[in-house]
């Protein structure tokens, strides 16, 4: 594997930790998106805050117990909770009901189609809803671990035990299964619609070449992976789950088939979530010290955004333009870094 940069808190290490804006959320974090300009910070249990620019706080209550998964595409946030519903917020702070479980059942998974569609799940079973309002699910094997849309068209990638499902709701034709053995709990498609890549119970992810359903085996992890994030243009695969940023290859035919990592600003901590700039061959890093660093794809310069000493970093989002970074621990110390 190649390796760069130097230890964070080194001298060479330009610090950036001055300009933060402070965020005090009062509130535990799990993820982070934005909604437009304003930042969306997820809590554990009921709420969203919505943070602006200058730091303003508008906290919106979205589900009646706790929240489960989230989804989000810049206009709309979605999520699943253990009170059976569906519901979206967008930037204005208004929360509409998509759907609710018959039975109650936990939303574990959420995804969004830049068309309009919506794809949740509810045990072994996953929902797509499309714009003109139809409704199709499918049952796969075992409880849902992850769903995603393809980049291109409106087809429903499911992880799942022992493999993934490709789904087209709106065709006749029966699902594809994509198999590999162990529990698959998150998956995304590559930006180029080229390849699938699954993260596992077990410290590894799996993938897939979609034109012959080609297996890429991507292990060496020293823990589970939690977080991934697609490069600018989707060269690279940014993964959590080791003491660095593992970076995969993925612009060949061929992905990481036969080749190794690259791995980015190591430090003494492990690497809890990372997000890739959207424009710029750029990263944020969140660590389990509270450290958050960006880098660059490039040379893995580093830049110091959070010092360490807190709980675990949650939630990393950059907003469409990617003049914005916003962070959160798991405590809900937050931080916004204009750029």
């Known amino acids: 594997m190649k390796e760069f940069s130097p230890e964070a808190g080194s001298s060479s290490i330009v610090s950036v930790t001055d300009r933060v804006r402070p965020v005090a959320l009062g509130m535990a974090v799990t993820s982070v998106h934005f909604l437009s300009e304003r930042a969306a910070f997820v809590g554990g249990e009921e709420n969203v805050a919505l943070v602006d620019p200058q730091g303003e706080i508008s906290k919106v209550a979205v589900h009646g117990a706790g929240i489960l998964s989230t989804a989000c595409d810049g206009a709309r946030l979605v999520m699943g909770g253990d009170d059976g519903k569906v519901v979206s917020l967008n930037a204005k702070g208004e929360v509409s009901l998509l759907a609710t479980d018959p039975k109650r059942r936990w939303i574990d998974a959420v995804a969004l189609h830049p068309d309009g569609a919506f794809a949740w799940s ?4 996953a929902f797509v809803k499309s714009g003109k309002n139809d409704e199709k699910s499918i049952e796969v ?5 992850g ?3 393809a980049p291109k068209g409106l087809r429903l990638a499911i992880a799942h035990y022992n493999g993934a499902t490709l789904w087209f709701p709106n065709m006749a034709a029966p699902a594809e299964f994509l198999p590999w053995a162990g529990s698959h709990l998150a998956v995304t498609f590559s930006p180029d619609n080229k390849f699938l890549v699954t993260a596992m119970h077990e410290a590894a992810l799996h993938g897939w070449r979609l034109a012959d359903n080609r297996h890429m085996r991507m292990t060496g992890y020293p823990g589970r992976v939690r977080s991934m994030s697609w490069s600018a243009g989707g060269k690279f695969l940014a993964t959590s789950g080791a003491d660095t940023v593992i970076m995969w290859p993925f612009a060949s035919k061929d992905g990481p088939m036969g080749k190794e990592p690259a791995m980015l600003a190591p430090l003494q901590a492990r690497v809890s979530v990372v997000a890739c700039h959207p424009r710029n061959d750029i990263l944020a890093a969140g660590y389990s010290d509270g450290t958050v660093l960006m880098v660059r794809l490039e040379d ?6 959070r010092r360490n000493g807190t709980a675990p970093v949650a939630g990393l989002a950059w907003n469409a333009k990617g003049t914005l970074l ?3 621990d798991e405590t809900g110390d937050a931080g916004l870094l204009e750029l």
């Open 122 to 125: 509810a045990g072994k079973t």
């Open 300 to 305: 893995g310069a580093e830049i110091l955004v």
């Open 147 to 149: 769903l995603a849309f």
């Open 141 to 145: 094997p075992s409880t849902v671990g």
């Open 326 to 328: 916003a962070f959160a």
